[in-house]
């Protein structure tokens, strides 16, 4: 009696915590739906699937701070183009980088050399499924949601998802529980001026509104808690569609 009242209660734990797996994981994904609400709702979010943007801020090159404009055009899943101007200490340095879903360039100074190092490539191939993916597609297979928890992220409370792909690196994602809007990006990331790995923060503190959408307006990024970039968007379209030609060799 001892032993079948023993497997009993053993039996109905387990059924407890798988109970409880499966009320943490629709809580995971009611989250990520009402984020997806909040920056515009899925039907619009998954209609715009390119874009330009044109921004200007500050960027930590090497110790240095530059001072930074430029103008990046994208086509999900996997095509971005990025003109960018430094002012590096009264220099001026203007440089395109251009990925057409293949190969990989990068224009200073005239000269523009094709990036062939499998690693860089990596990089480029997962930070465009990342950034490109977006909030609607961590909802389907063969991503996994699992919960972080409460955090506080710039005096914000916020509730954190972590989305797992198999051969991807693992995304933390820090949603705001007033507005629902994505406060915070956190993710394993490589340094390409130092080809080190570092912990990369990207903060969105401010956000605008364009073809009814939530977009960001005011960026700071962090790598190892040090600063990166920070930056203003300045000016933002979406669209369908953009033609191939802006994802040439530059």
């Known amino acids: 009696m001892l032993r079948l009242r023993g497997l009993a209660l053993a039996t109905f734990t387990v059924a407890l915590g798988a109970l409880c797996v499966r009320a943490q994981e629709v809580d995971v994904k009611a989250v990520v739906r ?25 960027m930590h090159i090497l110790n240095q701070k530059a001072d930074i404009s430029a103008e990046n055009h994208f086509q999900k899943p996997d095509k971005f183009r990025s003109a960018m101007t430094l002012n590096v200490a009264g220099q001026m340095v203007d440089v395109v980088t251009v990925y057409d879903g293949t190969k990989f360039w990068v224009s200073a100074a005239g000269n523009t050399m094709e990036v062939n190092d499998e ?11 990342i950034e490109g993916g977006g909030l609607v597609e961590i909802l389907k297979e063969p991503y996994e949601l699992a919960a972080i928890g409460e955090v506080k992220v710039k005096d914000r409370d916020t509730i954190g998802i972590r989305a797992s792909k198999k051969g991807q690196r693992d995304v933390n994602y820090y949603f705001d529980k007033k507005n629902h809007l994505l406060a915070k990006i956190e993710m394993r990331a490589t340094d390409q001026t130092t080809k080190q790995e570092v912990n990369q923060e990207k903060f969105i503190l401010d956000y605008q509104d364009k073809g009814g959408l939530k977009v960001a307006k005011h960026v700071v990024i962090l790598n190892d808690g040090n600063p990166f970039m920070d930056i203003e968007i300045t000016e933002i379209q979406v669209m369908e569609k953009l033609d191939d030609s802006f994802f040439a060799k530059p």
């Open 34 to 58: 009402k984020a997806i609400e909040a920056h515009g709702g899925e039907k619009d979010l998954g209609k715009f699937h390119a874009g330009t943007s044109k921004y200007k801020g500050t």
């Open 119 to 129: 690693k860089t490539l990596k990089e480029v191939r997962e930070g465009l499924q």
